[in-house]
């Protein structure tokens, strides 16, 4: 009777549990997740929750930074929602880096991989611009958020232009911050993760005992918030691991089928001071290596906005973020060379596969746009 008793108890205890649990959810679900990322009450700041395998993330949603509107889909990419899978016919050009490539402080359509992509024909034509840039990101975070997402673009060609978040020196070291995520995503813990995540519940708990209170939230939050511009001490990403992630972001885009393309990103020193050397240099020294051994093209932006004529006040909004039109030298200049190299198809072609062996000669500046 005594033990008929006990189990009837933890029977009733049970179902009570459950039933709280199932309240829980069903509330979460109807008021979403407390302490989700959301738009500044202004609409003016961008929002970068923390993540352990990128750091910090785009939150979904549309939000006004400056004078811009900035639209972010469910991948966590600006731009509009993409198709996946991808349609018949469709074929896209996908763009790695950080907030330059991310296009910050200009719209969505005038981020110069959207430019290529309508200079190239546009949906007319089947070609689509994706950026998977996301400020301050490195080479650790775009192959993480690759492997995590944007390979689901399934994209045929990448631009791979990292390299300021990279060089930069801050009060973190990437590698010492981020989890691999293939293999998280391969392992129990990540199979265990894809089937409880469908709760809320669960990211509810994740969010507040892993990702907030983990070991390396208060140094992602501190690397974000207060590292930034410091004038002495490591580069986030060092040379070496520098350089063997652009060979891996080169060999895992062609293993998904897309070729790859190197992109240098100009800086208003290449129209001031095109002689000057800078910290930087090695870093473009690798990526041209990089292309090089890889067999894939190279458009040298630096040179192209040194070559342009135009004034570092046109091309550029501030210290390193290239304007609309520093972003439309570079899209017109992208489409020429993808059309040139034949890594997509249109007029002036070439039946010849691209060498790498030298970096692509930079057209004429597209015409200055009127004034409003």
């Known amino acids: 009777m005594t ?63 400056g004078d811009v509107v900035v639209h972010v889909n469910r991948l966590g990419l600006r731009g509009p929602e993409p198709r996946i899978p991808k349609p018949p016919g469709v074929r896209r050009i996908v763009a790695t880096g950080d907030s330059t490539v991310y296009g910050f402080g200009v719209a969505d359509a005038d981020v110069f991989v959207d ?77 265990a993760q894809r089937v409880l995540a469908r709760l809320n519940t669960f990211r509810l708990l994740d969010r507040a005992l892993r990702v907030e209170r983990g070991p390396q939230a208060r140094a992602r939050a501190i690397g974000w918030k207060q590292g ?57 020294a690798a990526m041209r290596q990089v292309a090089v051994q890889e067999g894939a093209p190279l458009l040298d932006g630096a040179d192209l906005f040194h070559r342009s004529g135009l004034p570092v006040s046109d091309l550029f909004l501030d210290n390193v973020h290239p304007s609309a039109l520093g972003h439309a030298l570079l899209g017109h200049a992208t489409a020429d060379a993808l059309r040139s190299t034949g890594l997509v198809p249109g007029p002036g ?14 057209p004429s500046p597209p015409p200055r746009p009127s004034p409003p």
Do not use: C
């Open 228 to 284: 930034q511009l410091r004038k002495s001490g490591p580069r986030r990403v060092s040379l070496v691991d520098y350089t063997h992630n652009l060979t891996s972001l080169a060999e895992l885009a062609r293993s998904h089928g897309a070729e790859p393309f190197f992109l240098l990103l100009p800086s208003p020193m290449d129209v001031t001071e095109p002689t000057t050397p800078f910290s930087w240099d090695t870093y473009r």
């Open 3 to 65: 033990r008929r008793r006990t189990e009837r108890r933890l029977g009733f205890a049970g179902v009570g549990v459950l039933g709280v649990f199932l309240i829980i959810e069903g509330v979460l679900r109807i008021l979403g997740l407390p302490g989700d990322p959301t738009m500044a009450a202004d609409g003016s700041a961008i929002t970068l929750p923390s993540n352990p395998w990128l750091l910090w993330e785009l939150a979904p949603g549309v939000r006004r930074e």
């Open 349 to 362: 072609a070439t039946a010849a596969a691209p060498s790498g062996n030298e970096p692509v000669s930079p």
């Open 115 to 191: 430019v290529a992509a309508e200079a190239l024909g546009g949906p007319a034509a089947g070609i689509e611009g994706w950026t998977v840039g996301v400020p301050g990101y490195s080479t650790f975070q775009t192959l993480n958020l690759l492997e995590m997402r944007g390979w689901r673009l399934e994209p045929d060609v990448l631009i791979i232009a990292n390299i300021w978040s990279d060089h930069m020196i801050d009060a973190f070291v990437d590698r010492d911050l981020i989890d691999a995520w293939s293999r998280f995503d391969g392992g129990w813990a990540g199979r």
